[in-house]
């Protein structure tokens, strides 16, 4: 019994050292991805910030440990250090699509809380997304971006090689940061990432199945995703013609009908294949169809506005580009990363990347998924184990449109029922604008059984690219995170920003309070100091006036009056010399210890009373619930509505037909859809 006591205390204090070593080597791998706010590249004033960003970043290996040249996956993570909002429990990765589009639009140009000037320095996003959980920008599947393809790797082929190979990042990024481990955690993206999402999804709920150290997976939001891509390109005509982009008046409007007809005809066979040409080759028809030669004043069109841009129907581009050259900061990027040190900085090998790209078509020609079916088919099982799923679409895209997202929606069966049911619940969705003080409308929501479709009014194919801090309103929803106000015309959802959100680039409008108040306190010390001073000097001079008027009364009455009776004069001493004690007794300071119980205690009293005058307006003047998507069998009953964001979006339709379309440099932006080439691809995001 002895030699097994021993036995047993060797063997846990065995398994005890192991367990330290692994945390520290964690540790140390850890600190080996920090990175350096010094090493960057900051635009004027930025760098002064009390609340940048604390980062890391670098590459993360696949596969086993024994393999020499691994693929390598890149990832930049951000984490608030601001007090108000640094403590959440919640970890974002972010995916852009393409396929083989680099993230890093997503960090530098979307939810990310870093933008980049014209001069490829850095600013503050105040609209990130970062403060309402981690963030975790990842270069996906290798060989994109700052992704890099080893020897002993290769391109991914299939959505299950790309979902494996991101479920070994996320085992390997928990091992360096097990903070994170016990965090929810949401998948993020747009555009492709449609693919991406739901199969990393479902590969971490296999992986769930047989492990005990559970990835806690909560949440996928899929911005204008690519979903269910021979359904969607269906959308295309219906809805150009609702927004008055086409009409049937158009010479080539029969030859349209004809490209649809084919699309519908093999969807309806059930023939094998995870996207149609036929169906992609709408979009390429239409884009000819609606290309401008003349505008209505018969006036000849200039070359740079001749077509869609596909992704943002305000604006207009060259053929066949048609949103090529779209977003304009891209080349803010291409200056960024070429910067002397900012690799480095990032903690990458020079040696083992090129120059960063923002997609490469060599992804997306290996990934031409001959196993896989589209993502459309995975979401079903992935609602159902009770993962949140929130599908959200910017107006003003054309490539994956509203109407196709709500399509898809509709023939989509979960829960034992088919699409959205009339147990679905509509929202009106406000955004208080703090720089103006006001609800601005953000758009409409839609929830029934752990799917939720939010219309982003007035933005384009990247959401957040358009308008970062209501595009933040996503995640409170999912987050739960909004105020839920009921009325008698419908439910309105609030989202509202918190004090350590800020109303301008470069600027923390709570660091501009904690400022301001420090300063205001500082101040109002010194004034009361000074105040003090004065008064006692005031009251100085005032006794030693009244003293000195005393003693000259005493001698001109002595003077005038010298058969006065003495009695008179020893009153009158005695009173001066009470009134001196007084004023000597009244100019007693207060010590700093005094001052200090006196300041806390106005302090407090006067938070108690601001908080409980707060509360009180609140409940007065906006009773609400801090609730959403809740139980329709435990909410009260509200009138259903119907909401058609056309008929909102109609005026802003006439207005565009109406404006100069904008003109963008020529850059390299994504793969067009033409006649010569045999597959369309997604290569925007």
């Known amino acids: 019994m002895a030699i097994a006591s021993v036995d047993r205390g060797s063997t846990l204090a065995g398994l005890f050292f192991l367990l330290t070593l692994a945390f520290v080597?964690?540790?140390?791998?850890?600190?080996?991805?920090?990175?350096?706010?010094?090493?960057?590249?900051?635009?004027?004033?930025?760098?002064?910030?009390?609340?940048?960003?604390?980062?890391?970043?670098?590459?993360?290996?696949?596969?086993?440990?024994?393999?020499?040249?691994?693929?390598?996956?890149?990832?930049?993570?951000?984490?608030?250090?601001?007090?108000?909002?640094?403590?959440?429990?919640?970890?974002?990765?972010?995916?852009?699509?393409?396929?083989?589009?680099?993230?890093?639009?997503?960090?530098l140009m979307e939810s990310g809380p870093l933008r980049v000037n014209d001069n490829g320095k850095l600013m503050l996003n105040n609209g990130s997304w970062f403060s309402r959980g981690d963030m975790i920008f990842v270069d996906q599947p290798a060989g994109t971006g700052f992704s890099v393809v080893g020897q002993n790797g290769g391109y991914d082929e299939d959505l299950q090689e790309v979902a494996s190979d991101f479920l070994s990042f996320l085992q390997k990024y928990l091992e360096i940061f097990p903070e994170d481990r016990e965090k929810q955690v949401i998948l993020a993206g747009e555009s492709y990432a449609g693919q991406y999402i739901p199969f990393f999804a479902q590969a971490i709920l296999n992986f769930n199945q047989d492990s005990d150290e559970k990835i806690n997976l909560q949440g996928l939001l899929i911005g204008n995703g690519w979903i269910d891509p021979n359904s969607q390109s269906l959308s295309y005509i219906p809805f150009a013609v609702e927004r008055g982009v086409i009409s049937n008046k158009n010479p080539q409007f029969s030859s349209l009908l004809k490209q649809q007809e084919k699309c519908q005809n093999l969807i309806n066979s059930g023939k094998n294949g995870f996207v149609y040409e036929e169906c992609e080759d709408?979009?390429?028809?239409?884009?000819?169809?609606?290309?401008?030669?003349?505008?209505?004043?018969?006036?000849?069109?200039?070359?740079?506005?001749?077509?869609?841009?596909?992704?943002?129907?305000?604006?207009?581009?060259?053929?066949?580009?048609?949103?090529?050259?779209?977003?304009?900061?891209l080349p803010s990027l291409s200056k960024f990363f070429a910067t002397p040190g900012v690799v480095e900085a990032l903690n990458m090998n020079t040696e083992e990347i090129l120059l960063w790209r923002e997609c490469d078509h060599k992804v997306s020609n290996h990934l031409k998924n001959p196993t896989s079916k589209p993502s459309v088919h995975l979401l079903p099982a992935i609602m159902e184990a009770g993962v949140q799923v929130i599908l959200f679409n910017g107006d003003q895209d054309l490539i994956c449109n509203n109407m196709g997202v709500e399509a898809l929606i509709g023939d989509l069966s979960w829960g034992s029922k088919k699409g959205f049911t009339d147990q679905v619940q509509n929202y009106d969705w406000l955004y208080h604008d703090a720089t103006l003080g006001s609800n601005v409308s953000a758009g409409f929501v839609k929830y029934e059984r752990n799917l939720t479709f939010i219309s982003v009014y007035n933005a384009s194919h990247m959401v957040p690219f358009d308008n970062a801090r209501i595009s933040r309103g996503i995640v409170d929803i999912f987050l739960n995170q909004v105020t839920l106000v009921q009325g008698p015309n419908g439910d309105t959802l609030l989202s509202e920003e918190s004090l350590a959100q800020g109303t301008e680039l470069g600027t923390s409008y709570s660091d501009q309070n904690e400022q301001q108040s420090e300063e205001e306190d500082s101040e109002k010390d010194d004034r009361q100091a000074d105040e003090e001073g004065e008064h006692e000097d005031e009251k100085e001079d005032i006794d030693d006036d009244d003293d000195g008027g005393d003693e000259n009364d005493e001698d001109d009455e002595e003077e005038d009056n010298e058969e006065q009776d003495e009695e008179q004069d020893e009153e009158q001493d005695e009173e001066d010399e009470e009134d001196e004690e007084d004023s000597d007794h009244e100019k007693l300071p207060l010590s700093d210890s005094h001052k200090f119980t006196l300041a806390v205690i106005y302090l407090l009293i006067f938070c108690t009373f601001g908080t409980v005058v707060y509360f009180a307006i609140r409940e007065f003047f906006r009773p609400k619930i801090r609730a959403i998507l809740v139980d329709p069998d435990n909410r009260p009953e509200s009138t259903k509505k119907t909401v058609s964001w056309a008929d909102d979006l109609e005026q802003g339709v006439e207005e565009w037909a109406d404006r100069t379309p904008s003109v963008k440099k020529n850059g390299h932006y994504i793969s067009v859809p033409n006649e010569e080439r045999g597959s369309f691809e997604l290569e925007d995001m």
């Not at 990175?35 to 980062?55: H, Y």
């Not at 020499?68 to 699509?97: C, M, Q, R, Y």
């Open 25 to 107: 080597s964690a540790l140390r791998e850890k600190s080996n991805y920090a990175v350096s706010n010094d090493l960057l590249p900051w635009a004027p004033g930025v760098k002064d910030q009390l609340f940048l960003p604390e980062m890391y970043a670098g590459h993360i290996p696949l596969g086993n440990s024994a393999d020499e040249d691994p693929n390598k996956l890149f990832f930049w993570k951000f984490h608030d250090t601001h007090p108000a909002t640094s403590d959440t429990e919640a970890v974002i990765f972010w995916l852009n699509g393409g396929p083989g589009c680099s993230s890093m639009d997503g960090a």
């Open 282 to 329: 709408i979009l390429t028809h239409l884009l000819a169809a609606t290309k401008a030669s003349e505008d209505s004043d018969g006036n000849k069109v200039p070359n740079s506005e001749k077509c869609l841009n596909i992704y943002d129907l305000r604006l207009r581009d060259y053929y066949p580009s048609c949103g090529m050259n779209w977003p304009p900061d």
